[in-house]
Structure formats: C-alpha cells, structure tokens
C-alpha cells in the first residue's frame, strides 16, 4: 500500500507561483509513474502532469503547458510541482497520483492506483 501526501497549497495572487510537493510512502517508489491531476469547484478532476519512471520524460495538460514544471527524486521519495504565472483559473485542489500502469493510463485517468488527499490551491484575481 502506497500513502501519498501533499503539501504546498495555498493561496497566491495571479501571475504568482507556488511549489507543491508529494511525499511516498510504502511500496518501491521508482517502480510507480507519478503525476498530478486538479479538480476545480463545479468541475470534473482533470489531468495536469505526470512524470516516468526514471524522471526522463514528462507529459502535460495544453492547460499548464509551459508554466508548469513535474520532478522527482526517487532517493527521497517525492514529487513537485512547480506552478508559474498562475492564473485564477488555476484555483483548484490539486492531487498527487501514483500509477504503475502506462503513461496513457494516467492522462486518461484510468483507473490510477493511488491518490493523495489533495491540497487547495487559490489564485486571486
């Protein structure tokens, strides 16, 4: 069993940043694709970003294309977010994901493993 938690949230003003971060426990970490999904207010949970195995390739939502960055550090057990330019829009609770399934499996949010309880992200206008 896999636990995952998220830290980092808050509020910031728009064009603001903020760095979320992911800590694992259980399970052997570098075995488990990691990523990111959002759910805004009113709104279905939608994918935002996810990272390999090895950290050698990353994949996002057109949405935060190029304002968002995902890492890793399998040593330590973690994943980031780091969130640029942030706009209002982006106001969402914001969940850490750990898959072993494809990359395909996480964009489409099918059936992913393990999910974190989430944390609020604000963005004021």
């Known amino acids: 069993q896999v636990q995952l938690v998220e830290s980092g949230g808050g509020l910031v003003q728009s064009g603001g940043s903020l760095r979320l971060s992911c800590a694992a426990s259980?399970?052997?970490?570098?075995?488990?694709?990691m990523g990111w999904f959002r759910q805004a207010p009113g709104k279905e949970r939608e994918f935002v970003a996810t990272?390999?195995?090895?950290?050698?390739?990353?994949y996002y939502s057109d949405s935060v294309k190029g304002r968002f960055t995902i890492s890793r550090e399998n040593a330590k057990k973690t994943v980031s977010l780091q969130m640029n330019s942030l706009k209002p829009e982006d106001t969402a609770v914001y969940y850490c994901?750990?898959?072993?399934?494809?990359?395909?499996?996480?964009?489409?949010?099918?059936?992913?493993?393990?999910w974190g309880k989430g944390t609020l992200v604000t963005v004021s206008s």
């Open positions: 259980g399970g052997t970490f570098s075995n488990f694709l």
């Open positions: 994901v750990a898959n072993r399934g494809p990359v395909a499996t996480m964009i489409r949010n099918d059936g992913i493993d393990y």
């Open positions: 990272i390999t195995w090895s950290g050698g390739a990353t």
